[in-house]
């Protein structure tokens, strides 16, 4: 069974950065991602698009965080990473990292357990 394992979480004052990891807990090479992305829920709000890319490196962003984040991704061994700069106190959240990996029975979303990120003085 695949589990995508976060890290990178933790407290931040406002203007940091911080960089998330996203990877199988599978050998790499056993597993067919398609895309990636992450999503973030903070308390009281529905869980929301943060940023996405697929394996032609095409990435989108929700409005909230063009221009400060970046996501990337490292096909040889699956991983993908979300780095944050100048990160606000609305970008407290708990972050969780999504894939689609293809398998011999289809495409099946995959989700990480969630790191959290605290943006505060």
């Known amino acids: 069974q695949v589990q995508l394992v976060e890290s990178g979480g933790g407290s931040v004052q406002p203007g940091g950065s911080l960089k998330l990891s996203c990877a199988p807990s599978?050998?790499?090479?056993?597993?067919?991602?398609?895309?990636w992305g992450w999503y973030r829920q903070a308390p009281g709000k529905e869980r929301e698009s943060v940023a996405t890319?697929?394996?032609?490196?095409?990435?989108n962003y929700s409005d909230s965080v063009k221009g400060r984040f970046t996501i990337s991704r490292d096909i040889a061994s699956r991983t993908v990473y979300l780095e944050m700069n100048d990160l606000k106190p609305e970008d407290t959240a708990i972050y969780y990292c999504?894939?689609?990996?293809?398998?011999?029975?289809?495409?099946?979303?995959?989700w990480g357990q969630g790191t959290q990120v605290t943006v505060s003085s």
């Open positions: 890319i697929d394996r032609s490196n095409t990435a």
């Open positions: 599978v050998r790499p090479s056993s597993i067919y991602p398609v895309s």
């Open positions: 999504t894939s689609r990996i293809m398998s011999s029975q289809g495409a099946s979303n995959y």
